[in-house]
């Protein structure tokens, strides 16, 4: 259950070529001899965009009507979050690349989510890392665009490093924007200088 859209690092462009790699290799080995691995593949995208709804109605379909082993995404935090918890409840493994939100370090609530992409708790923790070698101890400062579309990246990016640092007692402060157009840097300037020093920009494009 996968989006198409390239944009996304987990599209199925990407994932079905490796996956249907690993399909022929385990079926040659004999690793599962006497057994078949039929591959199941539905977008989980609207409008070129993920969508939760339809992740969600995928899902519930396919355990009513094909009964899987597992599923293969969704990638996108809301999809993977709705999906998760269904997976839970019917006790089927839930693979994904994405699902990069701290809410997934929720065992109790996902408990069969394998992910193996980057999660934004593990930059959390590079970051913290980063603040006790230059000895940053006490406060910190997050200028992010918050893009309230989609799969809203950055918030989800932000939120790990806010949340590592809190837990190792760093004050942390945000200032989230939403339209770069209109965003007055002066505004960022005065709020730097009256809440802090240590500053983690996140724009539309890169991590900075």
Same mark, same amino acid.
């Given at each position: 259950m996968?989006?198409?859209?390239i944009?996304?690092?987990?599209?199925?462009?990407?994932?079905?070529?490796?996956?249907?790699?690993?399909?022929?290799?385990?079926?040659?080995?004999?690793?599962?001899?006497?057994?078949?691995?039929?591959?199941l593949?539905?977008?989980?995208?609207s409008a070129?965009s993920?969508?939760?709804?339809?992740?969600?109605?995928?899902?519930?379909?396919?355990?009513?009507?094909?009964?899987?082993?597992?599923?293969?995404?969704?990638g996108?935090?809301?999809?993977?979050?709705? $999906?998760?918890? +269904?997976?839970?409840?019917?006790?089927?493994? @839930?693979i994904?690349?994405?699902?990069q939100?701290?809410?997934? #370090? =929720?065992?109790?609530e996902?408990?069969?989510?394998?992910?193996?992409?980057p999660?934004?708790?593990k930059?959390?923790?590079?970051?913290?890392?980063?603040?006790?070698?230059?000895?940053?101890?006490?406060?910190?400062?997050?200028?992010?665009?918050?893009?309230?579309?989609?799969?809203?990246?950055?918030?989800?990016?932000?939120?790990?490093?806010y949340?590592?640092?809190?837990?190792?007692?760093i004050? $942390?402060?945000? +200032?989230?924007?939403?339209?770069?157009?209109? @965003?007055?840097?002066?505004?960022?300037?005065?709020?730097i200088? #009256? =809440?802090?020093?240590?500053?983690?920009?996140?724009?539309?494009?890169?991590?900075?």
């Amino acid at each position: 259950m996968l989006p198409d859209n390239i944009k996304y690092s987990w599209a199925s462009p990407r994932v079905l070529p490796a996956i249907r790699m690993a399909q022929e290799k385990i079926q040659k080995s004999g690793l599962l001899k006497g057994h078949t691995i039929n591959l199941l593949s539905f977008s989980t995208e609207s409008a070129g965009s993920c969508s939760e709804n339809k992740a969600q109605m995928i899902a519930v379909d396919t355990k009513l009507y094909n009964k899987p082993d597992a599923f293969i995404g969704p990638g996108c935090s809301y999809s993977v979050a709705s $999906v998760g918890r +269904f997976a839970s409840h019917w006790k089927l493994p @839930l693979i994904t690349a994405g699902g990069q939100a701290s809410g997934f #370090d =929720n065992f109790e609530e996902f408990k069969t989510i394998v992910r193996t992409g980057p999660t934004t708790t593990k930059l959390g923790d590079f970051v913290s890392n980063l603040h006790v070698h230059f000895n940053w101890s006490s406060r910190a400062l997050m200028v992010y665009h918050d893009l309230k579309q989609d799969d809203r990246p950055h918030y989800f990016l932000a939120e790990g490093i806010y949340m590592i640092l809190q837990e190792e007692n760093i004050t $942390v402060v945000a +200032f989230p924007y939403e339209d770069p157009q209109t @965003l007055n840097y002066k505004d960022i300037v005065t709020f730097i200088k #009256d =809440n802090g020093r240590s500053k983690f920009r996140f724009s539309s494009a890169k991590v900075r």
